[in-house]
């Protein structure tokens, strides 16, 4: 399933725990921090190394701004990627002009549309699966109503998502990986654990295995750069904690 040198096992920095602490984001290449939500370089890049190799495809259902894509380009591994919001799309095809390594396709889809979904994928198999949805309507990235980040309802967000994972897990291979990156939200007053929820309802849903369940922090997070004295101050006056961490599930598909 990759094409890592066991011999030379000791070198490797591949993280096989299952808590990442990433002190801060890669920024080097193409990699920016302008886009509300996207992930941190690193994720992708340590889980395309562990679950692909060199002319895999990678399969991203919620792209943004094409973190996912830029490693696949570092790390010679083709791409497939979707995303709804329209000027993100336009922003990571101009940072793509000049690319000459690997094969990759940029689609401007509802990824719970299983007919455009399937018009764009046509038939083509991917050997390696990531999901980043929105956190239900934390954060809303386009104004369009079928965006997940419109959703506020718990279980309607669950059913489209599962949609969407549905759509995209009929073109992975059987017994290859994929992984859904998603934290929880904070809504009237108590914690929506929304990774557990997800992670259940693919469970549920799918002939799937659980392989992983890994904590990576948000050290770092820009919306609480220099401020992390006002955040504590806050969290102490009332009855929270602070999230700093989200959860990555890797899965194995068996179907």
């Known amino acids: 399933m990759n094409d890592l040198d066991l011999q030379n096992w000791k070198e490797l920095d591949i993280n096989v725990d299952s808590l990442w602490l990433i002190n801060e984001r890669d920024k080097s290449g193409k990699h920016s921090n302008l886009y509300h939500g996207n992930f941190i370089p690193q ?3 340590q889980l395309i190394r562990r679950y692909t190799k060199e002319n895999d495809t990678v399969l991203d259902l919620f792209m943004g701004s094409g973190t996912t894509l830029f490693e696949c380009e570092n790390l010679n591994r083709n791409f497939i990627g979707f995303d709804i919001n329209k000027e993100i799309i336009n922003f990571v095809n101009a940072k793509m002009q000049d690319f000459d390594k690997i094969n990759f396709a940029i ?18 198999k991917v050997q390696f699966l990531i999901a980043h949805p929105p956190y239900l309507d934390i954060v809303k990235f386009t104004d369009l109503q ?3 980040s419109h959703i506020s309802d718990l279980k309607i967000f669950l059913d489209k998502f599962t949609q969407a994972m549905e759509n995209g897990l009929q073109y992975l291979e059987k ?3 994929f992984a859904v990156v998603i ?3 904070y809504k009237k007053s108590e914690v929506i654990p929304l990774g557990f929820y997800a992670m259940y309802a693919l469970k ?3 002939k799937i295995k659980l392989k992983g369940t890994i904590v990576k922090n948000i050290e770092g997070n820009r919306g609480k750069i220099g401020a992390s ?12 904690y602070l999230f700093k961490h ?5 899965f194995k598909k068996e179907f």
């Open 175 to 177: 017994n290859r990986y």
């Open 146 to 148: 079928e965006d997940l």
């Open 43 to 45: 994720i992708p890049n």
């Open 246 to 250: 989200e959860y990555i599930f890797v």
């Open 229 to 240: 004295g006002i955040w504590k101050y806050r969290a102490l006056k009332s009855d929270y």
């Open 183 to 185: 934290g929880d939200v």
């Open 107 to 124: 689609n401007e889809c509802d990824v719970t549309d299983k007919e455009k979904f399937d018009l764009a994928m046509n038939n083509q």
């Open 204 to 206: 549920k849903k799918f």
